[in-house]
């Protein structure tokens, strides 16, 4: 019975020191899935900010704009603490965070929508108020 359990050890034993491998390998792999990370989720974001960084600071006054809501307007003063005022259609004015604005659109385009709206909006029938 010695000789028996003697030999179910033994046979662990070299199971467990080949299957142990190089421990290097770990570290290997660790380096590889930090390498993968970093460029595949850290390194985009980085540059997404950058960009938008120079968005924000070559933004100037009568800019036309469109946030990440979806609004689009005109730009009348930009604050140094991040804010903005805009001038939406049939002149209501908003203030907004510098970082939900998302592009700066072409001239003429505010004129443009406002032109196809008031269009639009003569067009459509009215409903009639009980």
């Not at 900010?49 to 689009?72: A, F, R, Y």
């Amino acid at each position: 019975m010695d000789n028996f359990i003697n030999e179910i050890i033994l046979a662990n034993y070299s199971n467990y020191s080949q299957s142990s491998g190089n421990p290097y390998s770990i570290l290997l792999m660790l380096f590889i899935f930090v390498l993968i990370f970093y460029f595949m989720i850290i390194r985009p974001q980085q540059k997404r900010i950058k960009s938008h960084k120079v968005l924000i600071n070559s933004l100037k006054n009568g800019d036309e704009i469109m946030t990440s809501g979806g609004l689009i307007g005109m730009v009348l003063e930009k604050t140094n603490n991040g804010y903005a005022l805009l001038l939406l259609v049939d002149n209501n004015k908003v203030i907004i965070k510098l970082d939900y604005i998302s592009i700066i659109l072409p001239k003429g385009t505010v004129n443009l929508l406002n032109k196809d709206l008031t269009k639009t909006m003569k067009n459509t029938p009215k409903l009639d108020k009980k």
